[in-house]
C-alpha cells in the first residue's frame, strides 16, 4: 500500500495479537498503527481500493468467520459481513476488484472452499471448490488468473507440491506443473508477472529442510530454483514492493516467533528508480526486527 508494507495480526508462543505495524522499506523503519479488531492468526489479507482486508483465522476461541477492513489513510478498522463459514490456515488473492477465499482448515479438517467477497456489496459468494482440499497454501494472482500453490491435505501436515489455476471469470480450475519440491508454510509474492514461492523443503529421509526458493512463470508453466533464503524459518509472510521482496516475522524453532525480517532482490528494474539493466538476484542484509 503506496511503498508501506502492513504487518497484521499472528500469534506468539502465548497469544493470538491483534497488532498492526506499518513498514517503510525505504527508511528501514515501523510504525505502530491501530490494532485489528479481532486478536487472530492464520489469517489472509487482500487489498481492494486502497483498503486491506484480514480475513479468517483462529482467535481463542478457534477458527473465525471474520472479514475486517482497514483503511491506511485514517488508521481505521471496520467489521464487514462474515465468510459462509470458519477456517484458519486459508489464503486470497484479488482479480478485478474480488478477493477469492481460497482453502484453509476448519476443526483439523482441509478445506477446498472458495469464495468471492465482493467490498463492494460486502457480500461471498460461493465458488467452484478446488480439485483437491487443501490448508497452510499460498496463493497469488498474474494475468487475472490466481494460483494456488502447495498446501497440506491433513492436519499432520504432511505437504505437497501441486499447483492450480483458478480463472475466476469461468469459474474453472485448471492443473499446472508441481512444484519442483513440496515446501511447508510457504509464501508467495508477485514481481515482474512471475510468482517467487520461497519456503522450506520438506525431505525428512535426506533430512533437508534447505529455505528453497522458486520462480513460477505462468505464460511458459515452469519452475526456476533461485537464490535460498539466508534463514531457515516457518510461518513467515512475504509482500513485494518496488521489485523487492520482504519476509517477515515466522519462527526459526516452533513455536518461538521470531522477528527478523530479510529483503530478496529479484534483479527486476523497476522505471522509478532507473535502474541500468538486470541486477543480479541477491537477498539483502537482515533488515530492522519488528517490534514484536
Known amino acids: 500500500m503506496n511503498g508501506k508494507i502492513y504487518v497484521i495480526g499472528g500469534y506468539t508462543d502465548k497469544d493470538f495479537l491483534s497488532t498492526v505495524e506499518e513498514y517503510d522499506p525505504v527508511k528501514d523503519t515501523w510504525t505502530d498503527k491501530a490494532n485489528m479488531p479481532t486478536a487472530r492468526g492464520g489469517l489472509t489479507t487482500s487489498v481492494v481500493n486502497g483498503k486491506i482486508y484480514a480475513i479468517g483465522g483462529s482467535s481463542?476461541?478457534?477458527p473465525v468467520t471474520a472479514i475486517e477492513e482497514y483503511d491506511p489513510a485514517k488508521d481505521k478498522w471496520t467489521i464487514k459481513a462474515n465468510m459462509s463459514g470458519h477456517r484458519t490456515y486459508l489464503s486470497s488473492s484479488v482479480v478485478n476488484g474480488k478477493i477469492y477465499i481460497i482453502g484453509g482448515f476448519f476443526l483439523g479438517n482441509p478445506l477446498s472452499t472458495v469464495e468471492e467477497y465482493d467490498p463492494t456489496l460486502d457480500k461471498c459468494i460461493k465458488k467452484t471448490n478446488m480439485p483437491a482440499p487443501r490448508a497452510w497454501l499460498s496463493t497469488s494472482a498474474v494475468n487475472n488468473k490466481i494460483y494456488a500453490i502447495e498446501g497440506t491435505e491433513r492436519q499432520q501436515r504432511v505437504a505437497f507440491s501441486t499447483v492450480e489455476e483458478y480463472d475466476p471469470l469461468t469459474d474453472k480450475w485448471a492443473k499446472k506443473l508441481d512444484m519442483p519440491k513440496a515446501k511447508d508454510n510457504l509464501s508467495t509474492s508477485v514481481v515482474n508477472g512471475k510468482i517467487y514461492a520461497i519456503g522450506v523443503n520438506?525431505?525428512?529421509?535426506?533430512?533437508?529442510?534447505?529455505p528453497k526458493v522458486y520462480e513460477y512463470d505462468p505464460l511458459t508453466d515452469t519452475w526456476t530454483e533461485k537464490t535460498d533464503?539466508?534463514?531457515v524459518r516457518y510461518?513467515?509472510?512475504?509482500s513485494a514492493v518496488n521489485g523487492k521482496i520482504y519476509t517477515f516475522g515466522g519462527s526459526l524453532d516452533w513455536p518461538v516467533p521470531a522477528s527478523?525480517?530479510?529483503e530478496y532482490d529479484i534483479g527486476f528494474?523497476?522505471?522509478s528508480v532507473n535502474f541500468k539493466g538486470k541486477l543480479p538476484t541477491t537477498w539483502g542484509e537482515v533488515r530492522t526486527t519488528m517490534n514484536r
Request: hydrophobic share 50%; proline share 4%.
Open 60 to 62: 481463542i476461541n478457534g
Open 269 to 271: 528494474a523497476v522505471e
Open 229 to 231: 533464503m539466508p534463514t
Open 260 to 262: 527478523l525480517v530479510e
Open 202 to 210: 520438506v525431505d525428512f529421509v535426506n533430512m533437508d529442510f534447505s
Open 235 to 238: 510461518f513467515f509472510s512475504s
